[in-house]
């Protein structure tokens, strides 16, 4: 029984090996094909995080240069970690709360006219606004009035307690 369980430790213990063996030897290959595809023109990032376009390779030293916004940097192919393409970007008044994209309509045109018409609906004036942005002023708050930014209410009580 004692040599029953032995023999199955080992084997599941080479199996281990022998599957780490074949998935490093996969990867081996990808890096190769990778190396192997790299040519002038093709933008890479290297594993320090710098972006930019591959200007010569050379596979007898195993030396690339790349060139990053004018600065030529030459790196081993070790250095180079992978193909680098551009992360898309979404702008937050591209989607509404739950990240779901607008209609093509201009969105802020129709929340303005909404609005303007749900204040309609209650009956009440739509208040006209300043035709340019020097006519709106922003109030500071009185001592009677506090202040929204905790920074400022510091800079208030400070100036408060000095003046007593």
């Known amino acids: 029984m004692d040599y029953l369980l032995l023999i199955v430790i080992v084997v599941a213990f080479g199996g281990m090996m022998w599957w780490q063996s074949r998935k490093a030897k996969q990867q ?15 933008e890479v990032v290297t594993i320090g995080g710098i972006i930019g376009k591959v ?27 992978k193909l680098y393409t551009r992360p898309a970007f979404v702008d937050d008044d591209e989607v509404d709360e739950n990240g779901n994209p607008l209609p093509q309509e201009d969105a802020q045109d129709s929340s303005d006219s909404d609005a303007q018409i749900a204040i309609e609906d209650r ?10 942005e020097a006519q ?18 510091e800079h208030e009580d400070k100036s408060s307690t000095k003046a007593e």
């Open 28 to 42: 081996q290959a990808q890096v190769k094909s990778f190396r192997d595809s790299l040519e002038p023109g093709v």
């Open 55 to 81: 200007v010569s390779v050379d596979n007898k030293f195993e030396e690339i240069v790349i060139d990053s916004e004018g600065s030529k940097l030459r790196f081993t192919f070790r250095a180079v970690n």
């Open 123 to 132: 009956g009440a004036e739509v208040p006209e606004e300043p035709a340019d």
């Open 136 to 153: 709106q002023e922003e109030v500071a708050p009185t001592q009677d009035q506090p202040s929204e930014d905790p920074e400022a209410r």
